[in-house]
């Protein structure tokens, strides 16, 4: 069993359209919770990132961690089709190395 | 502010010759530097990781290396290529005692011919 799981998609969706994102992980000891997105033939950028359970929004963005559950979500709101890129979720215990999900990758339709 | 370079964008390469990869980082001091490779619809593979000079440590056995030759200089390195090395390859860097992600390189797109 992979430590982070992660559906690949694709994921298509009309513009305005609210997404959510997921990731499951086994690791009980991860604490920090980070998302990214991914253009194509771009590197990784860090969207969002929080510490434990809870909520954290950003705009339009909404990173959500159950640290019970081992489950985290992205919710975009009011999606848009520059929002289209790949998601990759990652966690860590904390200054150790980040595990990533395999990334989903995800269409906003105009 | 902090930047990383990367270089070059794109590169391709025929089988048996070999690869250098460069990564630079400006604006800080004695950065976590590592290597991912980006395979097509797959996750990001951690190939190596460097916490200071000359201290790299493998995540995976395969056919390329790395070095730290200065404090914010890592570069990536194979002898002879595989086709199987072939891939999108990101270098990154997090500040000793970071918790808060990696900051990447724009990538370079590596095809073995």
């Known amino acids: 069993q992979k430590e982070v799981e992660q559906d690949p998609g694709p994921l298509s969706v009309p513009e305005g359209a609210i997404v959510s994102l997921n990731c499951t992980y086994s690791?009980?000891?991860?604490?920090?919770f980070m998302w990214y997105r991914q253009y194509s033939r771009k590197g990784p950028e860090l969207l969002m990132y929080t510490y434990s359970s809870g909520n954290k929004e950003d705009g339009r963005f909404t990173a959500q961690v159950d640290k019970s559950s081992k489950y985290i979500s992205l919710f975009i709101r009011d999606s848009q089709p520059s929002d289209s890129a790949t998601y990759l979720c990652?966690?860590?215990?904390?200054?150790?190395?980040?595990?990533f999900g395999q990334g989903t990758r995800l269409t906003i339709n105009p | 502010s902090q930047t990383i370079h990367q270089w070059p964008a794109t590169l391709v390469q025929p089988v048996g010759s070999p690869l250098s990869l460069e990564c630079t980082v400006e604006?800080?001091?004695?950065?976590?530097l590592y290597w991912y490779r980006q395979a097509a619809g797959r996750g990001l593979q951690l190939l190596f990781y460097s916490v200071g000079i000359g201290q790299i440590s493998s995540e995976v056995p395969q056919n390329l290396s790395a070095s730290r030759p200065q404090d914010r200089q890592f570069i990536l390195s194979s002898k002879k290529l595989l086709l199987s090395d072939s891939g999108f390859y990101l270098c990154a860097w997090r500040p000793v005692g970071g918790l808060y992600g990696y900051t990447f390189g724009s990538g370079t797109r590596l095809t073995v011919v």
């Open positions: 690791n009980s000891a991860f604490q920090y």
């Open positions: 604006g800080t001091s004695n950065p976590n």
């Open positions: 990652a966690m860590s215990e904390g200054a150790q190395k980040l595990v």
